[in-house]
């Protein structure tokens, strides 16, 4: 399930919302009230379908007037509100007591929220909408984020200089066109460029073989200072 907060100094945003989202805040001291925009990566249950329990959350735990953004590839309010109806068709069909503003972005266009620029680039996983990855700075710091993404030597032009590159490692012995594998990412880390690597979204085969994971590997609740 995927979810990183990113608190910076005016405010937070959330990347991606798995459907555990809140039970991770919670088990982390954490609350939901900061967040400002949340950055949608693709269109999988495991990176939006805690969309729907934010949304209720911060109608009757944590309410909320000033609005919620959400941003995501092309389709990205159908999609989302599509999941909101299904999962909670009354609620979903009153007005909300917050705006929800959806933004829709493409690979290479970038948008500020709060001022953190967000680059989208193409994410090898999902088309027609395309998954994204996003290139994020924020006080002269700067974070990627892979989202799922298949292999592709288009990765080394996004994570040059990152402080932190977030990357999704789903598998180790399969190879697979849609996500990346250890070998791969192990092979090619001075590659990136980036000064910390941390891997994320980790699969089964990675859990399983921890023992000859050298790179640093990512743990619910794991807090990174940039
Ligand atoms: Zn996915
Ligand atoms: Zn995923």
Redesign the pocket.
């Known amino acids: 399930m ?1 979810a990183y907060l990113l608190q910076h100094s005016e405010g937070s945003l959330l990347i991606d919302c798995g459907p555990t989202i809140l039970a991770s805040l919670n088990r982390h001291g954490l609350s939901a009230e900061p967040v400002d925009a949340v950055l949608i990566s693709h269109f ?1 249950g ?2 939006l379908a805690g969309l729907p329990f934010l949304f209720l959350h911060c109608m009757y735990i944590e309410p909320r007037s000033r609005p919620l953004k959400i941003v995501g590839p092309p389709e990205v309010e159908n999609r989302v509100m599509t999941i909101f109806r299904s999962m909670y068709a009354d609620t979903a069909g009153e007005p909300l007591p917050f705006a929800l503003e959806f933004i829709e972005v493409k690979p290479q266009e970038q948008i500020v929220l709060n001022g953190v620029k967000v680059d989208a680039f193409h994410a090898l996983h999902q088309e027609n909408p395309p998954s994204l990855g996003f290139k994020i700075s924020a006080e002269d710091r700067k974070l990627v984020y892979t989202g ?1 993404c298949g292999w592709t030597e288009e990765l080394f032009g996004h994570t040059q200089n990152a402080d932190l590159f977030l990357c999704e490692c789903s598998f180790f012995e399969t190879r697979y066109e849609t996500h990346l594998d250890y070998p791969r990412i192990a092979e090619n880390a001075g590659r990136f460029g980036a000064k910390r690597i941390v891997l994320t ?1 980790l699969g089964q085969e990675v859990l399983s073989r921890q023992a000859e994971v050298a790179l640093e590997m990512a743990s619910d609740g794991l807090v990174i200072d940039l």
């Open positions: 995927a999988h495991d990176h799922d979204h």
